[in-house]
T-cell receptor
Framework: NAGVTQTPKFQVLKTGQSMTLQCAQDMNHEYMSWYRQDPGMGLRLIHYSVGAGITDQGEVPNGYNVSRSTTEDFPLRLLSAAPSQTSVYFC???????????????FGEGSWLTVV | SQQGEEDPQALSIQEGENATMNCSYKTSINNLQWYRQNSGRGLVHLILIRSNEREKHSGRLRVTLDTSKKSSSLLITASRAADTASYFCATDAGAGNMLTFGGGTRLMVKP
């Protein structure tokens, strides 16, 4: 059981380049989300999805796009990378809305992105 | 903006001692969760406490929640070197929102 799988683990981009961070989960979870974690800080929500075909913005969505064509996959796209997007990115999934049942959120191992 | 704020930001103790971390938050919540993050790894769920609960235990972990003060504490008893990690509280305000995380407490347990 792989859980939540993120790729790539590490990536260096030049300013202005675009790229996609991949996220896949094999737990048939409806809810998936992307967070970024900056040094010494907690996680901030970028985008989330409550099911296939449905996405919504989180706290810091600017500069990022997401799509949810299948239940399993939730890719995060950086449209035109900027140094301010240097961060560690975490994908997460859960089986229901946290507020209703409080189910556990499962996190991927993280993707370290540097924009130069 | 961060909903939760952990205190202290860093904590260093000897193996066998207890470690207490506090979390304060700003708005009403449905539940509060604590996560652990080892260096260079993802977050691992430790424990969830609902807004109508005051205390919860899981092994060496004890979590309290005071909704009147909008605060929670995580106690790790009889700490081990392997407990060295960052610990984050995260609040769930419901209405389809995802979790909002605090800045974390970096715990170092010296052998």
């Amino acid at each position: 059981n792989a859980g939540v799988t993120q790729t790539p683990k590490f990536q260096v981009l030049k300013t202005g380049q675009s790229m996609t961070l991949q996220c896949a989960q094999d737990m048939n979870h409806e809810y998936m989300s992307w967070y970024r974690q900056d040094p010494g800080m907690g996680l901030r929500l970028i985008h989330y999805s409550v099911g296939a075909g449905i996405t919504d913005q989180g706290e810091v969505p600017n500069g990022y796009n997401v799509s949810r064509s299948t239940t399993e996959d939730f890719p995060l796209r950086l449209l035109s990378a900027a140094p301010s997007q240097t961060s560690v990115y975490f994908c997460a999934s859960s089986s229901s809305i946290q507020g209703h049942s409080g189910n556990t959120i499962y996190f991927g191992e993280g993707s370290w992105l540097t924009v130069v | 903006s961060q909903q939760g704020e952990e205190d202290p930001q860093a904590l260093s103790i000897q193996e066998g001692e207890n470690a207490t971390m506090n979390c304060s938050y700003k708005t009403s919540i449905n539940n509060l969760q604590w996560y652990r993050q080892n260096s260079g790894r993802g977050l691992v769920h430790l424990i969830l406490i609902r807004s109508n609960e005051r205390e919860k235990h899981s092994g060496r972990l004890r979590v309290t929640l005071d909704t009147s003060k909008k605060s929670s504490s995580l106690l790790i008893t009889a700490s081990r070197a392997a407990d060295t990690a960052s610990y984050f509280c995260a609040t769930d305000a419901g209405a389809g929102n995802m979790l909002t995380f605090g800045g974390g407490t970096r715990l170092m347990v010296k052998p």
